[in-house]
């Protein structure tokens, strides 16, 4: 749910990166935070283990600029993908405006993107969100790799409502904006069509 | 959308001068008024020393984990967190349904003051948020949208990402 404050003319809005362990969500957005200019972020906060895998989340705040007098911005969050941080994952999506799912493209997670996204609609339901309902983006990443299933196999898999979707290797920064911007041009216009 | 916080001049300005007030009773170093979401709504004191950006979001993801913990063990909430520093300490409660109130103090102040102020400013906060509450179920009721983006369009967004 966006906070909108007509005193500061502001507006901030929470996009939360889902998906499977490992497939690339941290990755996202740590070439977000590399690629976006001092003025417009803040710290990019990492609650990872020592062997730098996400513990609780990581957390991006963005500035990117004002629409009609307003200052816009965005919060970005991940969560832990491994399948035992459930808990976790479910408090990082309380208030969440929009999703982007990030699918590992490689042939050995197909099962697990499959199972992600069958959490993500389930824990978006514990809130009382429907995944049908909210601002989402589709990502496949990881498509430098050799051993990747096609584009249109996975889209038949995880597709989930026609959702604007890319293909990505978070890593070198392809297709990462994109998906980004899919998902924020959908909540902003989200709060204006009102529920 | 249903369920977005709004918040409009009068009250914003009648929260801010609640944190001024409990900033001075209590001595404290600055006092933060944050959405459950992790979205700072008001503050007062010393902003300049703290990135008070990192602060709303590691504070609503602590006491997210905090309340999961609760229930647990079959309890509704924890109302009141206290973590002790060598210097500073931070005191974190929670103000009706969906804010939170962090408030760093350090030995200017003590525990038991800052405990007693709280109690009393999360009074007339809650207060506040009533009329925030009812200002929004009117709009929504007359079908008045709070979007100031009733006419977005997609050249608009573009602008945001051209850098
Ligand atoms: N080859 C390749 N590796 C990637 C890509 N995206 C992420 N990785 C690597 O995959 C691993 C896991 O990425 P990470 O962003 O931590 O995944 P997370 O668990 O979803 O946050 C890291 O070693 C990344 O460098 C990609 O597009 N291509
Ligand atoms: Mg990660």
Redesign the interface.
Known sequence: ?????????E??C?IVYYGPGLGGKTSNLQYIYDR??EK?K??M?S?ATEADRTL??D?L?LD??T????T?RF?LYTVPGQVFYD??RK??L??V?GVIFVADSQVERVEANVESIRNLDENLSDHGLLLQDIPYALQFNKRDLDNVVSVEDMYRSLNFKREPTFEAIATKGYGV?DT??AV??LI???????? | ?????????EE??LLESVLRRLRADSNARAIFLI?????Q?AAAGELDQF?T??LA??TA?NV??T??LAKLIGEREFSVLFHEGQQDHIHISIVGKRAILLVIFDDRSSLGLVRLRVKRASGEMETVFETMASKAAVAEETGE????????T?E??????S?
């Open positions: 749910m966006a906070f909108i404050n007509y005193a500061n003319r507006i901030n929470k976006t200019a417009s803040g710290k906060i609650l609780f989340f957390f705040p990117l600029g629409v009609r007098g307003f816009t919060h808990a976790s408090l990082i309380k208030g405006d904006f980004l911007r924020a041009k902003l216009k989200d709060l204006n069509r009102g529920r | 959308m249903a369920g977005d916080l709004v918040i409009y001049q914003y300005e959405d459950k979401n992790g979205q709504i990135d950006t990192s979001s590691l993801g997210a984990a309340d999961g949208t709070a979007s100031p983006f009733a006419e977005i997609d608009d967004i573009d602008a945001l990402f850098e």
